[in-house]
């Protein structure tokens, strides 16, 4: 609409130099009104459509989740809104019949033994990717992005077959090992861009005074680290308590983490196990889960991840 | 002349000089930080991955007698095996369109949610909610909630649009709405970091200038945007493709969704068939990168530069 005012003016008028001149305010009263620093009440349509879409996606996630739990603990429920009465025995029923303490501490030993490798390995290297140029230095980030790109099944499938040749199959190294694939390379590529946008004069200074690698690393990096070492470390932790397909793979009865029971609780012969006994297995690790989240959301900020981000300010 | 001296006369003889010259070209002890990185990822992808590339060339005796040709054996069944072979039409059908999907309504949502309003945080966790709920939970939520006794087909029965419950689940469906809800969220949380990675300045000179809306997102954003789109199709894709739980669980895994990772985990985990299961894991890779190539190739026919953030 505008724009159109504006090129009717350079053409109508080639005497003038349409650069120089500022376009005349466009005279309709809709964005007389907008100059004013208004916005109108009537959404554009498009508005509506993107609301309605956010409307259908929230229904069908609430739905999901409310239903898990409400299966949970519904007694019997069949052909009905809601179930006949409610208990907790689906919960017990279900930590007695699959061990849940002993799943829940794989689960945990697996992520715990998962971050603390995963930063130990990732930070120097992702310390060193931000600050230095070195020969290769394309080839080795790209080495490092790859398990990223890659499906987990594409080289989950040979990885595993490997660790069944060395006779770990089924064994909890074996799972942290697989996990540790994806994860080394996640915290090379969320640390970098923080290590960046360090100060480097800082690491100068005290180089300069006299601190050794080891000091510099010890006592300036690791505190101005912190906050990003810890967000890398949730992330990794959702992503480790979340891995399905490569752990699955390697792992077996004594060694599989949450996710994968309940997979193989659901496929298990004939027609798997009862299907409240999965949902109360389901929102345990749901809640799990959720409190890691909301511990997350508090370090960082979800749109984080791929830059820092700088708040849009209001037009 | 003064930095040529130095070179000649420390040559061979002293071991700083040739330590400095290295430093020089940034190799010293400090890349010793690399080396364990490297050891895992040497050991742990590099390593297996050639593996099993070499093990596809060493087709089982049964793979050898059913299709011939030597040490291809393997590639010959996965081409020549219908039942292998029609899997990669069937995650395709799969992946391409909710990968689409979930970049296409991700950019609007991404732009609406951009602005600073009440209760941001709070729907933008709700966005991001699912990713953590991973496939398993939305399987098991799926089943019940659009099951043909749950609540989805319950109310559409109850406001009379239908008369028969509908099937939603265990069938190609059922891991469309399970790949959306799961991919929907990644993808928004990408393309709303792109789009805050765009200097809001541009778009505000373009406003000064009087583009309207149409032509601010056309001209403006769009080619600013386009490295992330890709990037952001390219790991949507990714994550589609490799739909496997959710492919077994609310899908039809003899049928519609016998994806290829599904048949890559049948041939590894039920026939043990290791060299046929890497060379459908491999050949998953391959078309990957062909689909990874594309997308690349339409991006590079867009704006390169600059978008005046880090984006």
Do not use: C
Not at chain 1, 265 to 279: F, H, N, V
Not at chain 2, 81 to 102: C, E, I, K, Q, Y
Not at chain 2, 261 to 281: C, H, K, R, V
Request: proline share 6%.
């Amino acid at each position: 609409m505008a724009t159109s005012t504006v090129s009717d003016d350079a053409t109508t008028t080639p005497g003038r130099p349409p650069t120089d001149v500022p376009p005349p305010p466009p005279a309709t009263k809709r964005s007389a009104a907008r100059a004013r620093g208004e916005r109108s009440l009537a959404a554009a349509p498009t508005t509506w459509l993107v609301w309605a879409a956010m409307a259908a996606f929230f229904i069908f996630l609430i739905g999901i989740l409310v239903s898990v739990v409400v299966d949970s603990f519904g007694k019997p429920w069949f052909d009905s809104w809601l179930p006949d009465h409610f208990s907790t025995s689906w919960y017990s029923d279900a930590w007695d019949q699959f061990g849940m303490a002993h799943i829940i501490a794989v689960t945990l030993i697996v992520a715990a033994a998962v971050i603390v490798v995963a930063v130990l390995v990732g930070v120097p290297a992702a310390y060193l990717l931000a600050r230095r140029k070195f020969p290769l230095k394309r080839t080795i980030t790209l080495l490092f992005l790859l398990p990223v790109l890659m499906p987990p099944i594409t080289y989950g499938i040979p990885l595993a077959t490997v660790m069944y040749n060395f006779g770990l199959g089924r064994t909890l190294t074996a799972v942290i090992l697989v996990n540790l694939v994806p994860s080394i390379p996640f915290v090379i590529m969320t640390m970098t861009p923080f290590i960046e946008q360090i100060n480097p004069t800082i690491e100068d200074a005290a180089r300069m005074s006299g601190a050794s690698m080891a000091k510099v690393f010890t006592k300036i990096l690791m505190p101005l680290l912190i906050p990003g070492i810890l967000a890398a470390s949730i992330l990794v932790l959702v992503r480790t308590v979340g891995m399905f397909e490569l752990t699955f793979l390697v792992s077996g009865p004594s060694s599989d983490t949450l996710v994968v029971a309940i997979y193989r609780a659901m496929t298990a012969a004939g027609g798997g196990e009862a299907r409240q006994l999965i949902s109360s297995m389901a929102v345990v690790y749901t809640l799990t889960m959720m409190v890691i989240l909301v511990i997350a959301l508090r370090f960082i900020s979800p749109t984080q991840l791929v830059a820092r981000v700088k708040e849009t300010r209001e037009d | 002349m003064s930095v040529r001296t130095i070179r000649r006369s420390g040559a061979g003889t002293s071991s700083a000089s040739l330590r400095h010259r290295l430093a020089e070209r940034g190799i010293d002890t400090s890349l010793l930080m690399l080396v364990p990185a490297l050891i895992f990822a040497l050991a742990l992808f590099i390593y297996p991955f050639s593996y099993g590339i070499g093990l596809t060339f060493q087709p089982s005796a049964a793979t050898q007698q059913a299709w011939g040709g030597g040490i291809f054996a393997n590639y010959i069944a996965f081409f020549k095996d219908s039942f292998v072979f029609d899997s990669v039409w069937l995650t395709m059908r799969l992946a391409l369109p909710v990968a689409v999907f979930n970049v296409l309504a991700s950019i609007p949502v991404a732009f609406k949610l951009r602005h600073r309003f009440r209760g941001k945080k709070l729907l933008t966790t709700l966005v991001v909610l699912p990713i953590t709920l991973g496939t398993v939970l939305t399987a098991q939520g799926l089943l019940i909630f659009a099951g043909r006794q749950g609540w989805l087909n319950r109310f559409l029965i109850q406001i009379h649009l239908i008369d028969q419950p509908i099937q939603f689940v265990n069938n190609y469906w059922g891991v469309v709405f399970s790949l959306v809800i799961s991919g929907f969220p990644f993808a928004f949380l990408l393309i709303s970091s792109y789009l805050s990675g765009i200097d809001p300045s541009i778009e505000a000179a373009a406003k000064v200038m009087g583009a309207n809306w149409h032509q601010r997102f056309r001209r403006v954003i769009l080619p600013l945007l386009a490295p992330g789109l890709a990037t952001t199709s390219i790991l949507t894709f990714v994550l589609a493709f490799s739909v496997f739980p959710s492919a077994r669980l609310v899908g039809d895994a003899m049928g519609a969704t016998r994806v290829m990772s599904l048949m890559a985990f049948w041939a590894f985990g039920e026939q043990n068939d290791y060299p046929m299961a890497s060379t459908i894991a491999v050949m998953m890779g391959l078309i990957e990168l062909v689909v990874i190539a594309l997308v690349l190739l339409w991006r590079s026919s867009m704006y390169k530069g600059s978008s005046g953030g880090k984006g």
